[in-house]
């Protein structure tokens, strides 16, 4: 064989073997980032340490130690640490991502504006509030688009969720053009109101409420769907003391469930029970008392005593707590003088 052709076909397999290799560290790489964000996602930030670790390491010999892209791994492994309370070690890790980002001429990628999110989480829990409000307040003004407000917003949430810190994450998702009609979103804003309503914060959990509700309908769901978050919003509504606002939502949801799963099935009397309430409270005793009637009769499915709609009750009647409020609602109606 002719020695220049044995050469090419040498340096040919050199160049494939090179290829595969940076080939499968990309690999690696993304899959360690793939696993670090889902044992984030999943609250399980040592096991989400490790694969940052890991991704990191292998970033820093793909791209190197000041590329944008490497800058990325260090803040999610700080934010891993951060979220464990390690703030001192997670120091080094921000300060290498955040000198990366100060040194860009421009933004490679819109996206870089989230290294100043994790920055201000660290200076957030490390308690320098000074410090943590000028970098959230920088990221806000770097977003640009709509979709990079939504993202630094919904970071934001991210973390104090991590921390308990519900207000501020209701605050966070609630702010105008942030939230979007996607499941991430909507699932995050309904255990945010749930948290805000279970600490006494009615305004902040019917505001989140309200913003799921909103983005549930731009994504045309199917009516029991939508009937669901309207519940949720109306009861909200009604324990917060808003009765004509709750019972237009229970109304709806009303309408979405009996066109979606018909007139007798056991989540309605979770909806009309409220509805009645929140008519009895706005002077509207005939409805309160329709309502009522409907809600009382509901059977729930032979086959199993747990309410599907529910934490498993201990009572072999899942809606008793339900029928228990219609009856009470009844009788106080029943000592009402009629005109």
Not at 62 to 89: E, N, P, Y
Request: net charge positive.
């Amino acid at each position: 064989m002719d020695p220049s052709l044995i050469g090419v076909l040498v340096g040919l397999a050199w160049s494939v073997a090179a290829i595969g290799f940076f080939v499968g560290r990309q690999r690696r790489m993304a899959a360690a980032w793939r696993a670090g964000q889902a044992a984030f996602r999943a609250r399980k930030f040592p096991d989400a340490e490790l694969c940052f670790r890991t991704s990191l390491a292998l970033a820093d010999r793909r791209f190197g130690a000041r590329h944008w892209r490497t800058a990325f791994h260090l803040a999610a492994l700080s934010d891993a640490l951060v979220c464990q309370k390690r703030v001192d070690d997670a120091a080094p890790y921000i300060s290498r991502a955040l000198a990366i980002h100060d040194a860009l001429r421009h933004q490679p990628h819109p996206a870089i504006v989230l290294l100043l999110v994790s920055a201000y989480n660290y200076e957030h829990v490390k308690g320098d509030t000074a410090r943590a409000t000028a970098l959230l307040d920088r990221a806000r003004r770097e977003a640009g688009s709509r979709a990079m407000v939504a993202a630094v917003e919904g970071a934001v949430a991210r973390h104090a969720m991590v921390q308990g810190q519900w207000q501020q994450a209701a605050d966070a998702m609630c702010r105008p053009g942030v939230a979007r009609p996607d499941r991430e979103d909507i699932r995050r804003l309904t255990a945010i109101a749930r948290e805000c309503e279970r600490a006494g914060d009615l305004g902040r959990a019917t505001a989140c409420l309200g913003v799921a509700l909103s983005n549930v309908d731009k994504t045309k769901p199917r009516p029991h769907v939508s009937a669901f978050f309207a519940g949720l919003l109306g009861a909200a509504l009604a324990r917060a003391g808003r009765h004509a606002d709750a019972r237009d939502h229970l109304s709806r949801a009303i309408e979405g469930y009996e066109r979606s799963v018909g007139e007798s099935h056991p989540v309605l009397a979770l909806v009309l029970v409220p509805f009645a309430e929140a008519c009895a409270e706005l002077g509207d005793l005939p409805a309160a008392r329709a309502a009522c009637e409907r809600a009382i009769p509901i059977a729930t499915p032979g086959e199993s005593p747990a309410d599907p709609y529910r934490a498993p009750s201990v009572t072999a009647d899942p809606l008793a707590p339900e029928r228990l409020r219609a009856r009470a609602l009844m009788e106080r109606i029943a000592q009402v003088p009629r005109p």
